[in-house]
């Protein structure tokens, strides 16, 4: 019996799906209502949240394997408490759960997030920063909330593999699929559909999400690796290349002027300030603004050769996305 948390997410709704293409029966956690997710048929919903862990233990009844794909990626001050409640606290009794019931095995799906990012400014830096799974979190750095988040949700693994809880972590970096318009990393194709002119500088590490889900598969059904943790990410990419990638994917013009340091300094400062005084969260924030100013490449030696696999081309990954999700639009 496998359960799932966040089984409405981008991860999680291409996870159940594969899962019962391997014919094993699962056992999904949801909120407030039962999500439609294509190729979930017999799958248990089980109504709940992260955050009771009296819940979860109930619902680990009979279970064999987790996978914790819930959480949160959001960067507006307004969510400090929410990601420290869903991303730490959420995890902590995820874990608490699997240790009541011994021979449980955890898949966790972190970020690339909880790896402490880039040390130092940009003008101390020359040339590209390389990252990999022995990163080590700098705790006298400056941090954003959700990073904090996923390393403080990582420890709570680590606390539990200490107590003989079987687990592996993976790390991806921003993760594509056709999902909601509206949600994560999706925004990035809306935004390039719409044809706007502004784009700023720097790169962005992405992954295609069926990569991400075969090999969480993989990793926590077919092997007994525990106590690892591993980087996904196929490429980086200039924002610019993937935005006109996108567009061009959509019939659509991509974006054509550089936002300047100086003006993306300025909008997520008057950003904060509308934030702040109408409540609403702010479109740009300190660290989306920043984000990708210095290049940054995550290597994945380590998970090509535990699994022997290459991750899908990126150019392949947009334009299947974009397929799918012109898909949804007209069918709605």
């Known amino acids: 019996m496998i359960f799932v948390t966040g089984g409405s997410g981008l991860v999680g709704s291409f996870l159940i799906p ?19 997710v294509a190729g979930a048929d017999g799958v248990e919903w089980v109504e709940g949240d992260i955050r009771d862990g009296l819940g979860l233990r109930a619902a680990l009844e009979g279970v064999t394997h987790v996978f914790h794909c819930a959480g949160l990626v959001s960067y507006a001050p307004q969510d400090e408490e929410a990601l420290l409640q869903i991303n730490v606290e959420g995890a902590a009794n995820v874990v608490d759960a699997c240790l009541e019931r011994p021979g449980i095995r955890l898949g966790f799906v972190s970020s690339v997030a909880a790896l402490g990012g880039v040390a130092g400014t940009s003008e101390q830096l020359v040339g590209p920063v390389f990252l990999d799974e022995n990163a080590k979190w700098d705790l006298g750095a400056e941090h954003n909330a959700y990073a904090t988040s996923k390393y403080l949700g990582e420890l709570e693994v680590w606390r539990g593999v200490s107590e003989g809880l079987r687990a592996v972590i993976v790390n991806p970096s921003v993760i594509l699929g056709p999902a909601d318009w509206n949600r994560s990393s999706t925004r990035l194709f809306r935004y390039a559909h719409q ?83 109408t409540g609403a969260r702010p479109l740009i924030t300190k660290d989306t603004a920043r984000a990708g100013r210095h290049p940054v490449i995550y290597q994945t030696d380590k998970v090509r050769r535990a699994l022997g696999m290459e991750f899908r081309p990126v150019a392949e990954t947009i334009r299947w996305c974009c397929e799918g999700l012109q898909e949804k639009v007209r069918s709605e």
């Open 195 to 277: 044809e706007h002119w502004f784009y700023t500088p720097g790169s962005i590490n992405v992954v295609d999400v069926r990569d991400v889900v075969d090999m969480l598969l993989r990793l926590t059904l077919d092997t007994t690796i525990s106590g690892e943790r591993y980087v996904l990410s196929a490429a980086a990419v200039p924002l610019h290349e993937f935005l006109a990638q996108a567009a061009a994917s959509f019939g659509k013009q991509g974006p054509s002027v550089a936002v300047p340091t100086w003006a993306a300094e300025t909008i997520w400062r008057l950003e904060h300030l509308r934030s702040w005084l």
């Open 18 to 36: 594969e899962l019962r293409r391997r014919g094993l029966p699962v056992r999904a956690l949801y909120r407030q209502r039962v999500p439609l």
